[in-house]
């Protein structure tokens, strides 16, 4: 009779648990046709490619291609378009520097709808942050890319480079492509561990290759997960294969920047290391975080620190291994503008052996490589805001505050209006001349306006150092056999690698 009445009672309790989950369920989905309507009313009069009833246009965007697809859609819909990711997340698309300027211009927040899937990874650092706590961070964050605090770099930037280019020797004797991709990685890898924490991971042993890997994991989860409407929701999401696939690489990112901060806070005890820090003019990244506080002498919380640290990590080093490797795919594309930044780079350096600080300011024709490559194949393809209040765009149209704006920054670098035969390479555009008669929202590989990339110099700087040493040391050259496959994975990546053949520029190399 008990064991009756218990599982009478276990079955009504399961049908009061099954009845609240479909009212909630009911009241979820009622809240998310609201939001669409909200959001397609308005943009009423933005017309568009054709939707999918259930996908938008997530389909045509997941498959090869993608990038170049909206690049058409451009072409077809001037001035933005929306596009929506499944049925209820719905952007208004812009590629026109004006339109940019509306928005990019002002300090709206990010779009909590796509950027909230980093928190479970980067926390709640400056590329999520809003409001008082972003300004708080960014100004505290600020002296740690100060000029005087990157000078050092170059030095650092140089001696990871070198050892990469000793590997690329031997690949070279062997006389075959191969993909560059993964080395340039770790060099940038190994280059920002000496700058964040002031020393480098022994040539990036199993910790330093366990954090790549999981970096890389990261981004390809990421991607899918922005584009498939069905892992929007994180209740679900941490169900599947790739939810529990994106914690393990959240925990493996973790545990090395978290051993990392435990490892310099202990080394700080340490009077000896005290005093070598006070008599130290430049500090590194991580220390500055330790001791940076406002002025209310409040100091970046242990969960702040780590957030700061590993929104760092992954902005300084997978936008920066994008950005490199097409560079100097751009290069064997174009052999001419190769052997002219090559000219250039030698005349810098006449009979040094290494490159200083004041040397990048001359490094003109290189730096107009650099900017058309950041045009051609820029690391983060797009971007999203969501607006703080209504905006006003040029043509008279208009968008409610609450609206979702996604910035595809690759179709505003193709966009024909702006720039004449938009897929030719030419450095020329970045002369002075041509960059004054510019609008300047027409090139952003950084973004623009206040929430602008904090870390630009520091990549530049860097992007400078790694090519100009590349090319005295290489000649690159394509392999016709395996062209790269664009790729957007939150940075451009390349779905095939980056093949180039490589001959070695130093004496006696034998080729």
Known sequence: MVSVLFSLSLFRLGLWAAGLIWILGFFKLIRLLLRRQMLARAMDSFPGPPTHWLFGHAHEIQRTGSLDRVVSWAHQFPYAHPLWLGPFLGFLNIYEPDYAKAVYSRGDPKAADMYDFFLQWIGKGLLVLQGPKWYQHRKLLTPGFHYDV???????????????????????????????????????????????FGKGDGGLGHRGCSYYSAI??????????????????????????????????????????????????????DE?????????????????????????????SDADLRAEVDTFMFEGHDTTTSGICWFLYCMALHPEHQHCCREEVCEILGDRDSFQWYDLGKMTYLTMCIKESFRLYLPVPQ??????????????????????????????????????????????????????TRHPFAFMPFSAGPRNCIGQQFAMNEMKVVTALCLLRFEFALDPLRPPIKMPQLILRSKNGIHLRLKSLRPGSGK
């Open 150 to 196: 990157l000078k050092p770099y170059v030095a650092v930037f140089a001696n990871s480079t070198h050892t990469m280019l000793d590997k690329w020797e031997e690949k070279a004797r062997e006389d075959k492509s191969f993909d560059i991709f993964c080395d340039v990685g770790h060099m940038a890898l190994d280059s920002l561990m000496k700058c964040t």
């Open 216 to 269: 890389s994991e990261f981004t390809l989860l990421m991607q899918q997960r922005t584009e498939s409407f069905q892992y929007h929701n994180d209740f679900i999401y941490w169900l599947t294969p790739h939810g529990r696939r994106f914690l393990r690489a959240c925990q493996a990112a973790h545990d090395h920047t978290d051993q990392i901060i435990r490892e310099r806070k202990a080394a700080l005890q």
């Open 383 to 436: 971007v999203y805001r969501q607006l703080s209040k209504p905006v006003n765009f040029v043509d008279g149209r208009s968008l409610p505050a609450g609206s979702l704006i996604s910035l595809h920054i690759y179709a505003l670098h193709r966009n024909s209006a702006v720039w004449p035969d938009p897929e030719v390479f030419d450095p020329l555009r970045f002369s002075p001349e041509n960059v004054a």
């Open 272 to 300: 000896k290391e005290q005093q070598k820090i006070q008599s130290q003019r430049h500090l590194n990244f991580l220390d500055i975080l330790l001791g940076a506080q406002d002025e209310n002498g409040i100091k970046l």
